[in-house]
Nanobody, 115 residues
C-alpha cells in the first residue's frame, strides 16, 4: 500500500509560478513511474508530466518548457515546478505512482490561475 499526499496548490496570477509536492509513504525508489495528472471542470483527467527509470521525463505538449518534474529520493517526494502559468492550467492536480503493477493516486490539489 502506498499513500500519496499532494500540497502546494493555490491561487496564482497568470505568468506566476507554483511548486507542487507529492509526499510518498514509502521509498520512491520502489515507485515507477511517478507522474502528475490534472483534471479541469468538465474535462477528462490528462497526463501533465511523468518521471521514470533513471529520471527519464516526459511532458504534455501544453506544458513543455514551462513545467519541470523532479524527485527527491532522500525525502521520498516528487515535485512539479510550474512557471509561466496560464488560465488554462487551472485544474485539480493529482499525484500518481505505480508499484507492483498497482496504480496509486493522491487526493488532488487545486491550482487556480486567475487575475
Amino acid at each position: 500500500q502506498v499513500q500519496l499526499v499532494e500540497s502546494g496548490g493555490g491561487l496564482v496570477q497568470p505568468g506566476g509560478s507554483l511548486r507542487l509536492s507529492c509526499a510518498a509513504s514509502r521509498s520512491i525508489f520502489s515507485l515507477n513511474p511517478m507522474g502528475w495528472y490534472r483534471q479541469a471542470p468538465g474535462k477528462q483527467r490528462e497526463l501533465v508530466a511523468k518521471i521514470a527509470n533513471s529520471d527519464f521525463t516526459t511532458y504534455a505538449d501544453s506544458v513543455k518548457g514551462r513545467f519541470t518534474i523532479s524527485r527527491d529520493y532522500a525525502n521520498n517526494t516528487m515535485y512539479l515546478q510550474m512557471n509561466s502559468l496560464k488560465s488554462e492550467d487551472t485544474a485539480v492536480y493529482y499525484c500518481h505512482a505505480m508499484r507492483g503493477g498497482i496504480y496509486y493516486w493522491g487526493q488532488g490539489t487545486q491550482v487556480t490561475v486567475s487575475s
